[in-house]
C-alpha cells in the first residue's frame, strides 16, 4: 500500500494559463474525490468518481474545471485559464467502501 | 443539506493536559461523522470515525470521540497532550450515501511545553 500520490507538488502559474493535476490512488480503491482547500478553511468537495464514471460535481466546479479518471485508475483534473481566486491546495482522496476516504498530500496551487 | 460547526479555531494546552476539541452536526440523516488531522503542507489523516455503532469511538494516537445525538456532537478528546499532537483538526460529516464528506473550518491545536 503505497498511498494516494499527487503529482504535482507545488504549481506557480500565471493567470490564464491552463493548469493539470494528477492523483494515483490506492490501487484497489474504486471512489476517488477531488477537494479544495482555501486557507483557513476545511476541504471542500468538488467531484466523484466511482471507477471511470463521474457521479457528481460540485457548483464550486466552473466550466473551467474538468476531470477524469480513464481506465478507473489515476485522476486529473484541469482547470483552464487560471484566475488567481483558483489559488489553492487541491487534495485527492480514495477509498474501497466509501466510508474511509485516504487523502493525498495534495497539490499547492499558487496563481500570479 | 449536512454541515458541521467547530467551537474555536484555536485551541492551546499544556503538554499532558485534556484536549477537548468540540464539534456540533447538522444532518437531516443519521450520520456517519469522522475527524482528521492535517499536519503542515500535508494531506488529512483520518483519526476516528462514528458509523452508527458503538457511540464512544476509539481512533489512533490515543484519541477517542463520543457520539452524542440529543446534542448533535462529536467531541474529540485526549487525556493527555503531547507535543506531537499539535496540528489542525477537521471535524466531518457524511449522509452515508456515496460519502462526500462536508468538513468543518478546523481548529487548530497548539500544545505548550
Known amino acids: 500500500d503505497t498511498g494516494v500520490s499527487q503529482d504535482p507538488r507545488h504549481k506557480i502559474t500565471k493567470r490564464g494559463q491552463n493548469v493539470t493535476f494528477r492523483c494515483d490512488p490506492i490501487s484497489e480503491h474504486n471512489r476517488l474525490y477531488w477537494y479544495r482547500q482555501t486557507l483557513g478553511q476545511g476541504p471542500e468537495f468538488l467531484t466523484y468518481f466511482q471507477n471511470e464514471a463521474q457521479l457528481e460535481k460540485s457548483r464550486l466546479l466552473s466550466d473551467r474545471f474538468s476531470a477524469e479518471r480513464p481506465k478507473g485508475s489515476f485522476s486529473t483534473l484541469e482547470i483552464q485559464r487560471t484566475e488567481q481566486g483558483d489559488s489553492a491546495m487541491y487534495l485527492c482522496a480514495s477509498s474501497l467502501d466509501g466510508y474511509e476516504q485516504y487523502f493525498g498530500p495534495g497539490t499547492r496551487l499558487t496563481v500570479t | 443539506a449536512q454541515s458541521v460547526t467547530q467551537l474555536g479555531s484555536h485551541v492551546s494546552v499544556s503538554e499532558g493536559a485534556l484536549v477537548l476539541l468540540r464539534c456540533n452536526y447538522s444532518s437531516s440523516v443519521p450520520p456517519y461523522l469522522f475527524w482528521y488531522v492535517q499536519y503542515p503542507n500535508q494531506g488529512l489523516q483520518l483519526l476516528l470515525k462514528?458509523?452508527?455503532?458503538?457511540?464512544l469511538v476509539k481512533g489512533i494516537n490515543g484519541f477517542e470521540a463520543e457520539f452524542k445525538k440529543s446534542e448533535t456532537s462529536f467531541h474529540l478528546t485526549k487525556p493527555s497532550a503531547h507535543m506531537s499532537d499539535a496540528a489542525e483538526y477537521f471535524c466531518a460529516v457524511s449522509d452515508g450515501g456515496y460519502q462526500k464528506v462536508t468538513f468543518g473550518t478546523g481548529t487548530k491545536l497548539q500544545v505548550i511545553p
Open positions: 462514528y458509523t452508527s455503532a458503538a457511540t
